[in-house]
Nanobody
Framework: QVRMVESGGGSVETGGSLRLSCALS????????MGWFRQVAGEGLQVVAI????????FYTDSVKGRFTIIQENAGNSLYLQMNSLKPEDTALYYC???????????????????RGQGTQVTVSS
């Protein structure tokens, strides 16, 4: 059974940093597309970062490029999101998610990522 558990969220001031972690178990995650999504209360899920793409390398949504880094380690069983220079608009519930698609054929739409954790809250104050 696939299990994904996020941690590392919290409250920081503008310009601060956080490192989100996702512990993965119950499956061999190394070759699957994985990523981070976020959701603001009352809104839909937004893709933040995907580990791979057919263009080569990770995908980042425009608003986080240069500030966030997605990392996969521990034989694929740990997924991280290093978030630097945080802004109030980064405030959201962050989820790690997995698709059945194999790397590098990753999409950037949340419908393809059917496995998700419970989320970890990130709050950035101005």
């Amino acid at each position: 059974q696939v299990r994904m558990v996020e941690s590392g969220g919290g409250s920081v001031e503008t310009g601060g940093s956080l490192r989100l972690s996702c512990a993965l178990s119950g499956y061999s995650f190394r070759t699957n597309c994985m990523g981070w999504f976020r959701q603001v209360a009352g809104e839909g899920l937004q893709v933040v970062a995907i580990i791979d793409s057919v263009n080569g390398g990770p995908f980042y949504t425009d608003s986080v490029k240069g500030r966030f880094t997605i990392i996969q380690e521990n034989a694929g069983n740990s997924l991280y999101l290093q978030m630097n220079s945080l802004k109030p608009e980064d405030t959201a519930l962050y989820y790690c998610a997995m698709s059945n698609r194999p790397r590098p054929y990753c999409t950037f739409v949340e419908e393809d990522y059917m496995y998700r954790g419970q989320g970890t809250q990130v709050t950035v104050s101005s």
